[in-house]
């Protein structure tokens, strides 16, 4: 048995009648005929019966039929996934982000289904990746953020909301709603990026007439949060961020003087992405849905 034997029976199981499957597969009538009774002869059973001059199926026949549509399917998508892997060999997935934290469950995802390509990432801000996207040099991005302009399409994901970390003696921990004028206050640890947070921070303290001067500047959001745990401060970060770090001896607490802001995925307006971009963006779509499912569950 092989899968031509099995698509010569689904022929003829769809039209019935052996000369339209056989004009329909491209062959004669009696090779048809002589492909079903080899079938049968190897299956030892009758798969067609015939009543008043009209082909009929046997029992046997209508299981085997569900087996076939069910073989040929899977032999498809085999076929399928064989070429993009054959594909992703010549590939590189370019992907610009807001930070690796939003991305980091995705791309294992898609790592797994894509063994073969390569993944190139680029951390910046969010308006940096719109433009590199527009200049065709980024496939995708995953930012803070929206209303990025012409020739960008944008794909929510979720709402981020701003913390403050501190020490767990900080007395803003035991504070029901931070105001500026005790963030003013504090030693702020930041990050020397241009982000959404910096951006979001620079534009508070402009509103408040105030000059945004951080007491200590870092390479990223993991150092931020190193050096609250040593006690020299305390910073404002994305809860998406802070949610994925150790936590021992810190407090998080909202900060409502920040709005939330939207996190999306943004690439090139009526751009058709290939597979590889196309999973990524539905494993995506797929986690955070699943989260923010999470996150209801649990407050009801």
Not at 4 to 24: K, S, V
Not at 187 to 210: P, Y
Not at 280 to 297: D, G, I, V, W
Request: net charge negative; aromatic share 8%.
């Amino acid at each position: 048995m092989n899968s031509r034997m099995m698509r010569y029976f689904i022929a003829l199981c769809e039209e019935m009648n052996y000369n339209l499957a056989a004009d329909r597969l491209g062959i004669s009538q009696p090779s048809l005929s002589y492909n079903i009774h080899s079938l049968e002869k190897e299956l030892n059973v009758k798969l067609f019966t015939t009543i008043k001059q009209r082909i009929h199926l046997t029992k046997q026949g209508e299981f085997f039929l569900e087996y076939c549509y069910h073989i040929m399917h899977q032999l498809e998508e085999a076929k399928t996934k064989i070429q993009y892997i054959n594909e992703d060999e010549k590939k590189n997935l370019r992907i610009g982000t807001s930070g690796l934290y939003l991305v980091s469950t995705a791309l294992e995802e898609t790592v797994h289904e894509h063994p073969s390509l390569n993944f190139s990432i680029e951390a910046s801000a969010p308006c940096k990746i719109a433009d590199m996207i527009r200049s065709e040099e980024i496939d995708m991005g995953i930012v803070h953020g929206d209303h990025f302009g012409k020739g960008i399409d944008e794909h929510f994901l979720f709402h981020d909301e701003w913390v403050l970390v501190s020490q767990e003696s900080n007395e803003l921990g035991n504070k029901k709603q931070v105001t500026f004028d005790s963030l003013h206050q504090q030693k702020l640890i930041v990050s020397k990026k241009e982000d959404s947070i910096r951006e979001q921070l620079e534009k508070m303290f402009r509103e408040h007439k105030k000059i945004f001067s951080p007491f200590i500047e870092v390479a990223s959001l993991e150092q931020c949060i190193f050096l609250v745990k040593q006690g020299l401060g305390v910073s404002v970060l994305p809860k998406s961020f802070v949610e994925q770090q150790p936590f021992d001896g810190l407090q998080m607490t909202k900060l409502d003087i920040l709005p939330p802001q939207s996190v999306s995925i943004i690439y090139q307006t009526n751009a058709s992405l290939e597979q590889p971009a196309s999973d990524f963006k539905e494993n995506l779509s797929t986690h955070y849905k699943t989260k923010a499912k999470k996150r209801k569950f649990n407050t009801i």
